[in-house]
């Protein structure tokens, strides 16, 4: 079975553009969620979606925003970007979100670099 | 809200010896324990994890951790490393939930540095 998938593996954008990043989950995984990873603040939640519904949402600006597609493919958007931007967005999935002691599986990321 | 304290940014250690990974929790309600490990340039990969019942719960190849209450700990261990170990691994926790949201809320990582 494929394990969770990210593209592009590696994006380099200049402050003021936008950017969108894919993540297609496990097969039969309907929960996505989306994490930043910086050196200085760590691993920090986004947004976690289930059938197409954001159901929970981390604390960042609004600029940061997501959708999910009737087959679980999920998008994230990032708005006019900052040099703060500049992270490893990593996505996760998980079989139903139906409680948090499931375990949520990894992609491998998507390296952001923003000048 | 929840938050982790994994207490050790870097660790070196050589191979063979035993090492322990040391993290902290705190939370105003009850909540699962993670242990992720991060290999260079890729993703997430769970490690071990509490739900309930025995504190001591181990992974398949030879780290263990113990849920203490009472410390709001939930340190890894593994008695014997290898060099195969190098990696970054995080702790984490997620609140009690029923169906719902999911959110985990990660430690800063410690670097483990597995030396020949």
């Known amino acids: 079975k494929a394990g969770v998938t990210q593209t592009p593996r590696y994006l380099i954008k200049t402050r003021g553009q936008q950017v969108t990043l894919s993540c297609s989950p496990i097969s039969g995984h309907r929960s996505v969620s989306w994490y930043q990873q910086t050196p200085g603040q760590g691993l920090q939640f986004l947004f976690e979606y289930f059938s197409e519904t954001q159901r929970n949402k981390g604390n960042f600006p609004g600029r940061f925003s997501g959708r999910q597609f009737s087959n679980s493919r999920s998008e994230m958007n990032v708005s006019t970007l900052e040099l703060g931007d500049s992270a490893l967005y990593l996505c996760a999935s998980s079989l139903t979100g139906g409680g948090s002691q499931e375990t949520q599986y990894f992609g491998p990321g998507t390296r952001l670099l923003v000048l | 809200a929840q938050s982790v304290t994994q207490l050790d940014s870097q660790v070196p250690v050589f191979e063979e010896a035993p090492v322990e990974l040391r993290c902290n929790y705190s939370s105003s309600v009850s909540v699962y324990l993670f242990w992720y490990v991060q290999y260079p340039n890729q993703g997430l990969q769970l490690l071990l994890k509490y739900l309930s019942g025995s504190t001591l719960v181990e992974s398949i190849n030879g780290f263990e951790a113990e849920f203490n209450k009472s410390q709001t700990s939930f340190h890894l261990r593994k008695p014997s490393v290898h060099i195969s170990d190098t990696a970054e691994y995080f702790c984490?926790?997620?609140?009690?939930?029923?169906?719902?949201?999911?959110?985990?809320?990660f430690g800063k990582g410690t670097k483990l540095s597995v030396i020949p």
């Open positions: 984490a926790v997620s609140p009690y939930s029923g169906a719902g949201s999911y959110q985990l809320t």
